[in-house]
């Protein structure tokens, strides 16, 4: 009948993420490694590699945190910081609040706050714990479903990616190497050659030593812009 072709035809458009990302898409730049996909946007929530083959369809997708919302894919590699990728949504979210109510206007901008100085690297263990407490007061007093759904980013990266959060707050580093004030440039001197050449492009003069010995990048000067690691063309120099 009718209702089971509609049905059918429905099953055959609904897509789950694997098939989407690698078939339709053709896969991950660079062959990169994949880490996370946000789906629903902004307010949408991060699935991971065992979501890949649940269909999304509205009811699939709610049992993992998430919402099909536009219906947009945002696909993560294994080069993408979790953390940042929170901040970056809630900086959209806090600047949508219309402000009408305090948990939605005070709540999101202070998440993003929060946020903020844990990629800065001067984040807490504490800090991780009030941003789970603001997470749930916002998706339980907020007025709106903007509020509502605001912490759906940072809920499930802190679930599913914790360990990069410790790791911006404890070890103050940041395993993807994107949050520039946790990066560190080092010399590896089996490499190193001498040439140079990083020390004559570093803009802050933070490089040392002399032609044809093992250069040296002292950290209180690096200003983590890169000009050595891309210069270096021995690739002696990586990012920590």
Known sequence: DLHTAYRRQRQMCIRDSRTIIYDIGGGLKGDAGFKGVQIGGPSGGCLVEKHLDIPLDF????????????????????????????RFFMSFTQRE?????????????????????????????????????LCYHLKNSSLCALGQSAPNPVLSTMQHFRDEYIAHVVDKRCPAGVC??????????????GCTLCARNCPAGAISGAVKAVHVIDPNKCVKCGACMENCRFGAISKC
């Open 59 to 86: 009811d699939s997708v709610k049992k993992y945190d998430a919402i099909i919302g536009s219906g947009g894919l945002v696909v993560m590699d294994e080069n993408t910081c979790m953390v940042e990728v929170a």
């Open 97 to 133: 609040s219309c402000g009408k109510c305090g948990p939605c206007r005070i709540g999101t901008k202070r998440l993003y706050d929060l946020l903020c100085k844990i990629t800065e690297g001067n984040g807490t263990l504490e800090d991780l714990d009030t941003i789970e407490e």
């Open 180 to 193: 520039k004030n946790l990066l560190r440039y080092v010399i590896d001197p089996e490499k190193c050659k």
